[in-house]
Structure formats: structure tokens, C-alpha cells
């Protein structure tokens, strides 16, 4: 069955805080809520499906579904990492076209930032009945040395540059510059990338993005709802996932599940990479941006760093204005997981919404992927189409 057309999202909320020592991470989903709620026309009482993953306190919806007081005909605690709120826009919009219920909420929400948590440089900490936690933890790697690996392996095979992955970095600044809530608001150049220090080899500290407190929440409804609302209409029209898993160890690492998710979503949506207006990345790491454009086809394999140091990512210049909110790696990164911004500022585009520096003019089809948990070591990956009707 395909799901184009099944589902609209009517309310898209960005919680504004980075920094919430104040709050708890069940007021950060609830207020996410509410906000989303808000921009929609609709209210708590009208949610009847509820969608959130592992970031919810407790790692289990259940409690977020009591605290909200909600009354619902569908859960789905689906945890995939930081694509689960790509995934969740997929599974609501299945729930909804199989009459499950009428309004999704999505939400997210987490306090990295204020409980100290710097998960990229400290070995990295796995479940002890994981499958393969006798062959990862024993060699106590951390995120920043895993994307440096790939970081290196791209530029062994393809001739990447340490310049090339900074402009990425710098396309997400100039967008950054103009959102008043962005963490890092000040425009860098390559210079600036290359002179930050060495996080892991292949890896610089502004190669990496921002921890952040915060949340985001998004509401999808049903056709019918979504005309009756005051709301533009933006309606979900592809979507593909993938679970990309370590292949034994003999996988090629500059590859991801994009590759997956990507032509699923195309497929469904009956459109092409260069029918793509606004594309929202998934950006913890600089090269992550690259290996995705090239897994999704914006890129033959190899060519996008040169494409991102041409100004391709650029708004308003380039071919592919991409994360104009700044991103994960300037903008907001709540909970260390960054699916949800990355359909939010989508919706935005789509709207109208976003800022008119960055704003592309007429935006009608833009896409929104990205991993969970991490490659190399088995990950997750989302793509989502979505179309202003």
C-alpha cells in the first residue's frame, strides 16, 4: 500500500530552549506538544495516536502518553536512534490511512546539555546483552574516532578534502546566522574549521555538531482534518527506511542506508533527486552530510565534497539549499538526536515559514532524511518526501 497522500502534517514546533537546566525532559516533550498542538488548531484532547522512541523518560511512551493525559487508539515507541521521528512521520501516516487514528503527535525532547553528557569523545557505552557488544566495547570506541574513520576512508577513496568537509560546516553558519535560537549564530570559514581543534584524526571540533537541550514535536492528521484547518497543507507523499546493518565487518563504511530509504522515497513519491527544491540532512558530522548526498543521489559517489565546496548547500546561491536553519551543526541538536529538526525546518520551507534570508522561493517538494545510531556499527536510516499542496 502506498502511503502518498495519507497523512498531512498540520503542526510542527520547535521547543526554542538549548539550554533547560530548569526543566524536566517530560516538561521539554510536553511543552514540544503543546506547541505543535498550537500551531495546528488543535488541542491534547484530539490526539488519538502518539509516536515518541527511547528519549522519552522512562525510554517508554507509555509514561509521556499518562503525563499528557491522553486518550489514544494508537502507540508506536518504534526507537531507531535520531531517525526515529523520520520514521515515525512514515508510521503515523500508515496508521492514519489504515483508519488506526486520526491525529498523530510526534514527539522528542532531552537535556544533553545540562546533564553533562558529551557522547563524542567518551567510549562509547552499549547494553550488555547487545549482540555485538563482545566484538565493539572491548576497543572502548567513541562517536567522534567512528566518523573519523569514515572522514579518513572517504578521502583515501575518493580524495576528499579536510576543506571540502568545512564547507559544509560554513553553508550551515550562514544559514545559522539568521535564527535567533541557533546555539552557534556566527558565520565560520574554512579557516575557522581547519584551525579548531583535533577532535579524532579526520575530525575537527566544528566538523562536529552542537549538544543542546530542547525538543520538537510534529502533528500529522488525516486529509479530511487537515482541510479543515487554517493551516498551508503539507502532506507526506514518500517515505523509505532501512536498517543498514555491519555486514560482518567487510562493508564499505563511506556508505549508508540512504542508500535504502532514499530511492524508496523517491519511488513512492514518483519523483527524482533533481526534482528536490529544499533537502534537510542529517549533519552530527560534517562527512555524514557528504556520504548522504551521494547515497541519496544528489551525488555520484566521491563528487559531494567538491559539490559542497562550490556553494551547493548554500541558500539562496546554491543548487541544493539545505538545513537553512543552521542544523545540527550550528542550529539545535536536541537529545543527540536530530530527525525531528530535520522535518521541522521542511515544514517550514514548505510554508513559507522559514527566514526570509534563507527561504526558497515557491518551496513545493522538499525532503528530510537521516541515520540512527551509528554507522559502521550497525544503523538506521529515513527519508521522508513532503509536498505544499
Not at 17 to 37: C, F, I, N, Q, V
Not at 258 to 283: H, K, L, M, R
Not at 285 to 314: H, K, S, W
Request: overall charge negative.
Amino acid at each position: 500500500m502506498t502511503l502518498k497522500g495519507k497523512a498531512y502534517i498540520a503542526g510542527a514546533y520547535e521547543h526554542p530552549t538549548r539550554h533547560a537546566p530548569d526543566k524536566s525532559t517530560a516538561l521539554l516533550h510536553a511543552e514540544s506538544a503543546l506547541g505543535a498542538l498550537a500551531d495546528a488548531g488543535l488541542s491534547l484532547s484530539d490526539v488519538d495516536g502518539y509516536f515518541c522512541a527511547a528519549d522519552a523518560p522512562g525510554a517508554n511512551p507509555l509514561w509521556m502518553a499518562d503525563y499528557l493525559n491522553l486518550r489514544l487508539r494508537w502507540l508506536d515507541g518504534t526507537d531507531a536512534g535520531g531517525c526515529s521521528y523520520l520514521t515515525h512521520v512514515a508510521h503515523a501516516t500508515a496508521a492514519i490511512a489504515a483508519g488506526h487514528c486520526d491525529v498523530a503527535l510526534v514527539t522528542l525532547a532531552g537535556r544533553p546539555r545540562s546533564e553533562g553528557v558529551s557522547i563524542g569523545v567518551n567510549p562509547r557505552a552499549a547494553a550488555p546483552d547487545r549482540p555485538d557488544e563482545p566484538w565493539e566495547t572491548a576497543f572502548r570506541p567513541n562517536i567522534a574516532g567512528v566518523y573519523g574513520l569514515f572522514a579518513r576512508r572517504h578521502m583515501l577513496q575518493y580524495g576528499t578534502t579536510a576543506e571540502q568537509m568545512a564547507w559544509v560546516k560554513v553553508s550551515a553558519s550562514r544559514h545559522a546566522q539568521h535564527n535567533a535560537n541557533a546555539f552557534l549564530p556566527k558565520v565560520v570559514t574554512v579557516e575557522d574549521v581547519l584551525n579548531s581543534p583535533v577532535i579524532a584524526d579526520g575530525i575537527h571540533r566544528l566538523d562536529c555538531c552542537v549538544i543542546t537541550d530542547g525538543g520538537g514535536a510534529l502533528v500529522l492528521v488525516k486529509p479530511e482534518i487537515a482541510r479543515s484547518l487554517s493551516r498551508p497543507l503539507v502532506r507526506v507523499i514518500g517515505t523509505g527506511e532501512t536498517v543498514w546493518t555491519q555486514d560482518g565487518g567487510y562493508g564499505d563504511i563511506t556508505r549508508t542506508g540512504a542508500e535504502v530509504s532514499g530511492p524508496a522515497a523517491f519511488a513512492e513519491a514518483g519523483v527524482t533527486p533533481a526534482d528536490i527544491q529544499y533537502a534537510s540532512i542529517y549533519d552530527n558530522f560534517t562527512i555524514m552530510v557528504l556520504m548522504q548526498l551521494e547515497g541519496l543521489g544528489f551525488c555520484a559517489p566521491g563528487a559531494a565534497g567538491r559539490f559542497a565546496a562550490e556553494g551547493n548547500l548554500i541558500a539562496g546561491s546554491g543548487r541544493l539549499p539545505w538545513n537553512t536553519d543552521g542544523g545540527g551543526l550550528c542550529n539545535n541538536h536536541p537529545a543527540n538526536r536530530g530527525g525531528m529538526t530535520k522535518v521541522i525546518e521542511a515544514v517550514r520551507q514548505l510554508r513559507g515559514e522559514a527566514h526570509p534570508a534563507v527561504q526558497v522561493p515557491g518551496c513545493g517538494l522538499a525532503l528530510a532524511c537521516g541515520p540512527g545510531r551509528v554507522l559502521g556499527s550497525g544503523h538506521g536510516h529515513a527519508t521522508v518526501i513532503l509536498e505544499r499542496e
